[in-house]
């Protein structure tokens, strides 16, 4: 009959027979404490899986996410300079935003607080179309036609050149934080990488409401009325087209350049 002996403190095996990380391996070589073999693989994965801030460290600053190929997304605009001008004319803005890289398009739904509903539907040929409806506000419908020597946004638009400034609290939101081209400050949400808010520095200022990825506006609804067509005369940007970053100056100027 087999006697189950309790170890001493003083045999030299007394730990790794108390502790269950560790087992006892008996060899030609002699006895010696292990850790468990499983154990140990399960600690290199974590290592491996989860390297600590110093090995992270190394790989530099982050880099904004570049934006989905379609998405949707609702901005509240502040377009005074200085938090409140009460002289300045379409101050408050709701812009309802569908951006869809695929069909080289953009559409801006824009909001005037109190006023006017403006279509801003541009094109990747450089071709945008600013137009209003008739409903009761306007007794008659308008287009203007203007022409860019660039396209919409790129997805990838803020990766090339942007300047990281480090995180900064958007209300609730920790934001990594990059300027680009002296012309946008650009605020992303550490958690999820979506926009939470960007700065012109001319002073419009965009705050995130909704980003929905992968939604599309209807093709029906992209296109202009009849009467963009009827009216030939098309404005162009000459003096811009050498500008470095013309696409995003665009970005940034829609109601300056529909006014």
């Given amino acids: 009959m087999a006697i189950a002996l309790t170890p001493k403190r003083d045999d ?22 292990l850790l468990n073999p499983k154990l140990l693989l399960s600690f290199s ?12 460290s190394n790989l530099g600053p982050p880099r904004p996410k570049a934006w989905p190929q379609q998405f949707h ?17 379409y101050q408050l803005q709701l812009i309802d935003l569908w951006y869809d890289w695929p069909n080289g398009r953009n559409f801006n739904i824009i ?10 539907l541009e094109w990747d040929n450089g071709t945008s179309f600013y ?12 287009c203007r036609t203007i022409h ?14 942007a300047n990281y400034l480090g995180q900064h609290r958007i209300g609730s939101f920790l934001c990594n934080v990059w300027d680009k081209a002296d012309f946008i400050t650009y605020y992303e949400d550490v958690l999820s990488q979506r926009p939470v808010h960007w ?15 992968g939604a599309v506006l209807e093709d029906a609804h992209w296109q202009a009325p009849v009467y963009c067509f009827q ?24 109601a300056a350049a529909a006014a």
Wanted: aromatic content about 12%; charged content about 15%; hydrophobic content about 35%.
């Fill in 12 to 33: 030299p095996l007394f730990f790794c027979r108390q502790s269950s990380p560790f087992h006892v391996n008996r060899s030609k070589m002699g006895v010696s404490c």
């Fill in 45 to 56: 994965a974590l290592i491996i899986c989860c390297p600590s801030d110093g090995v992270g």
């Fill in 73 to 89: 997304s609702i901005l509240v605009m502040n377009n005074s300079k200085n938090g409140f001008d009460t002289e300045s004319e």
């Fill in 111 to 120: 909001q005037d607080q109190l006023g006017r509903l403006l279509y801003d």
């Fill in 131 to 142: 137009y209003t409806l008739i409903d009761s506000s306007s007794s008659s419908p308008s």
């Fill in 148 to 161: 860019f020597d660039v396209g919409i946004l790129r997805p990838d638009w803020l990766l090339d050149g």
């Fill in 199 to 213: 700065f012109f520095h001319s002073g419009r200022a965009a705050h995130v409401m909704t980003f929905e990825v």
């Fill in 231 to 254: 009216n030939t005369s098309t404005t162009r940007y000459p003096h811009l087209k050498d500008h470095p970053y013309l696409s995003l100056w665009k970005f940034g100027s829609t």
